[in-house]
């Protein structure tokens, strides 16, 4: 009886045990884009000495519907900005005006960013000598840590010279002279 028992359980044990054919998985949708994404406006308002007087420097960013939109490799669409730029003196009087977009930096620009893209932020950075210093950026939608930093400079004429920036002592990319502009 032991032995018809040991039998019975060997020959369970070596018995294939039937299985299925059936290989579930999680079907994978993608994330339909959502409608275009827009920056929001902002306004920044700076007090500063310059050339021994008091200006006052407005920093004005806008979603731009009349530009082209930039798309990601998701298929999701952006609002590209322009940003304002108004330079004025303590009696209100103007020293520069000038309306900014992605194109007024393009030759500053590779293809990637030319085409994926948005020009994201403008601030004042300082006063240096006879010059106003501004750092820009434009950068990847939605990303942190992809961009192109400028440098914008302008005088007391109101005339504005554009450099890329240096990240990690890339040096010096060369200027483009922009004369004043008024709207």
Request: proline share 5%; charged share 30%; with cysteine.
């Amino acid at each position: 009886m032991v032995v018809a028992g040991m039998m019975m359980l060997a020959a369970t044990a070596c018995k294939e045990k039937k299985q299925s054919e059936d290989i579930i998985t999680i079907k994978y949708v993608p994330e339909k884009p959502k409608s275009p994404i827009r920056s929001s406006a902002e306004s920044r308002q700076t007090e500063v000495t310059w050339l021994g007087r008091p200006y006052v420097v407005l920093i004005e960013r806008m979603p731009a519907d009349s530009l082209p939109m930039v798309t990601d490799e998701r298929g999701q669409k952006y609002v590209d900005n322009s940003i304002r730029l108004t330079v004025m003196r303590n009696d209100s009087s103007l020293v520069c005006r000038k309306m900014f977009t992605k194109g007024s930096f393009s030759s500053y620009l590779d293809g990637d960013y030319r085409q994926q893209g948005v020009l994201d932020n403008m601030v004042f950075h300082k006063v240096e000598g006879p010059e106003l210093k501004f750092a820009v950026v434009v950068s990847h939608p939605d990303s942190d840590d992809e961009f192109i930093p400028l440098e914008l400079s302008m005088n007391g004429e109101g005339n504005i010279s554009i450099r890329r920036g240096n990240l990690l002592d890339e040096g010096d990319r060369g200027e483009e002279y922009l004369g004043p502009e008024e709207d």
